[in-house]
């Protein structure tokens, strides 16, 4: 009889790509957010949550990273029939409800969301294929004031999370321009539209690539760093110029930028379209006193995602932090968004106005990190220790005493025969006391309260005199244990 080959035990590793999260980190994300959701309702916005998977075909296909399987998201095909996906982004969900829902939903239509997105691209140190988004977006206001005011509220969201003037900017351009410099470089038409793509993934990529791998995408293409080749827009010499033109067209001044864009794309009537916009947008934010300190023009700004119709803006961090080498970098790009007028189009047929912005969670969170400007980690609970498993009862309420107090406190639940392991569990889920009761305390009527955040301290710098001032571990009757714990609490 044949031997009954075993099957190998699973890996316990994560997807390529992928990442776990743990206490902390959700803690800081979920206090950020919270952050940030209270300027989006300072605004008007209203929450909106929409299924991680959508349809491919309400999907579309708008991915910068077009040549890879799936168009870089995750599909499948159920019961033969429609093709699903996990959601790329925010945009794309909204543009499908706002659809749905037009008859029900105010106009204008002001909503914010936040939650993960997935994309099926090449990962890398610091790319991941999920990742947070929150994103901020007005559907149905046509008017460029809707575009000035998610630039002023993404200047606004930066500040309230504790990043100073002078250490971000707000950067917008408009599409419509780049759209007029391609015509004017002899891109325009159906004909062209891989090599336009090309060209704006190209220009998107100019803070990571360099004015020199810029021209290189624009011609023939660029090998990277691993040998792998990426196809350029095959554009001559001069034309490219014309393009990278575009992207050197900052001047000391919004006005200045405007008239030189002008001067670039004379001759054709949507660069000029969108030359206007960015004026009036300039002089709208220059109303409410968003000034070049905070929000500038930059015609190097284009975002990669192609349904883009408008202005686009991006925030960008300006302090310096260690890359991966070691080398002093701008922390670069945290958020970016714009117009798209035709994403709902698709549904509905008629073309309904929208704009938005989109943060990078994870890259924003990073960055906080890097300036310590997180909100504090929370602290551990509070542990009661099994002294006596017949008396679990009584560890249990003492637990929900302090819970009922607003303390966050547990019982351990381990095997409770080492008492130092007890300890060691409190250290690991960095509790700030331990609450120990034995039979001979119990018969006394009281417990003892061991503080291990001043116990850690002090076993660190303590002098054997500052053992003897401050001791770590009290004697308190077991009617004031909350009280007492609330005291101790408060000299941590």
């Known amino acids: 009889m044949a031997k009954v080959k075993k099957q190998p035990r699973p890996k316990a590793e994560t997807p390529k790509g992928f990442r776990d999260y743990f206490g902390a980190e959700v803690t800081e994300r979920k206090a950020m957010l919270d952050k940030i959701a209270e300027v989006y309702e300072l605004y008007g916005f209203d929450a909106l949550e929409t299924s991680a998977v959508e349809t491919v075909e309400a999907l579309g296909k708008f991915l910068p990273d077009v040549d890879r399987p799936n168009e870089g998201v995750f599909a499948w095909q159920e019961d033969e029939k429609d093709w699903l996906a996990l959601r790329y982004d925010l945009t794309a969900p909204l543009a499908r409800v706002a659809a749905q829902y037009r008859n029900d939903l105010p106009a204008p239509y002001r909503r914010y969301a936040m939650g993960p997105v997935w994309r099926n691209e090449k990962p890398g140190p610091g790319r991941f294929r999920q990742f947070y988004q929150c994103d901020a977006d007005t559907v149905g206001a046509p008017s460029v004031a809707a575009d000035a005011e998610i630039c ?63 021209r290189a995408l624009l011609g023939e293409g660029r090998k990277d760093e691993s040998g792998d080749f990426t196809k350029g827009a095959g554009m001559a010499a001069e034309k490219a110029e014309i393009v990278m033109g575009f992207m050197e067209a900052l001047r000391p001044t919004g006005a200045e930028t405007c008239a030189r864009l002008a001067e670039l794309v004379e001759g054709s009537q949507i660069g000029a379209e969108g030359v206007a916009e960015l004026q009036q947008i300039a002089d709208l934010l220059a109303a409410q006193g968003y000034g070049p300190d905070r929000i500038v023009i930059d015609p190097s700004v284009v975002r990669g995602l192609g349904y883009y119709t408008g202005p686009v803006y991006e925030a960008e961090l300006t302090f310096d932090v260690q890359n991966e080498k070691g080398q002093t970098v701008q922390f670069g790009s ?159």
């Open 334 to 492: 945290v958020a970016g968004g714009g117009r798209y007028d035709d994403l709902v189009k698709r549904f509905t047929g008629q073309q309904v106005p929208a704009t938005g912005v989109s943060i990078g969670v994870d890259r924003l969170l990073a960055a906080l990190r890097s300036k310590g400007q997180t909100i504090a980690a929370q602290q551990g609970p509070i542990i009661v220790t099994v002294m006596d498993k017949a008396r679990m009862a009584d560890y249990q309420t003492m637990v929900a005493e302090l819970r009922q107090a607003g303390l966050r406190a547990e019982v351990y639940l381990g095997n409770p025969k080492n008492f130092g392991n007890q300890l060691k569990y409190a250290d690991k889920r960095k509790s700030p006391i331990a609450v120990i009761q034995g039979s001979e305390e119990a018969d006394r009527g009281v417990i003892q309260l061991k503080d291990l955040i001043l116990g850690a301290k002090l076993a660190e710098t303590a002098s054997a005199e500052e053992w003897k001032d401050n001791p770590q571990q009290i004697e308190v009757p077991r009617t004031d244990l909350v009280s007492e714990v609330r005291k101790m609490l408060a000299r941590t």
């Open 152 to 214: 002023a509220m993404l200047s606004d969201v930066l500040e309230a999370l504790g990043i100073a003037r002078g250490d971000y900017i707000v950067r917008i351009n408009n599409r419509k321009v780049l759209n007029g410099v391609l015509e004017v470089a002899g891109l325009s038409g159906d004909e062209n539209e891989a090599a336009r793509g090309i060209v704006l993934r190209a220009i998107d990529k100019l803070d990571r690539l360099g004015p020199d791998g810029v």
